[in-house]
Nanobody, 124 residues
Framework: QVQLVESGGGSVQAGGSLRLSCVLS????????VGWFRQAPGKEREGVAA????????YYADSVKGRFTISLAKATNTVYLQMNSLKPEDTAMYYC?????????????????WGQGTQVTVSS
């Protein structure tokens, strides 16, 4: 049974940084993406970034390119999301999940094993 646990969220001022962690257990590395998504109140869950654990390729939403970095530490089965230059519009609950069906990296329907989420709040 694959389980994902997110942590690292918090409250920061605009321009600040946070690093989110997603610990994967029961997971077998494959080319399927591990992705970070976020959901703000009243909005749909959207893809933020994804990484292919075997290929090492990474993908980002246009809104976070140049500010966020996704990485994988295989020794600890952890996917990180380093978030710099945070903006108030980055405020959301952040989730990680594993891709289960072939899709574009940002297609939420293809992901499963969602974690419980970690809240990020950015004040202006």
């Amino acid at each position: 049974q694959v389980q994902l646990v997110e942590s690292g969220g918090g409250s920061v001022q605009a321009g600040g940084s946070l690093r989110l962690s997603c610990v994967l257990s029961g997971y077998t590395y494959s080319s399927n993406f591990v992705g970070w998504f976020r959901q703000a109140p009243g909005k749909e869950r959207e893809g933020v970034a994804a990484i292919s654990p075997t290929a090492g390729s990474t993908y980002y939403a246009d809104s976070v390119k140049g500010r966020f970095t996704i990485s994988l530490a295989k020794a600890t089965n952890t996917v990180y999301l380093q978030m710099n230059s945070l903006k108030p519009e980055d405020t959301a609950m952040y989730y990680c999940a594993v891709q289960r069906f072939y899709s574009m990296w940002y297609e939420r329907w293809a992901y499963a094993n969602w974690g419980q989420g970690t809240q990020v709040t950015v004040s202006s």
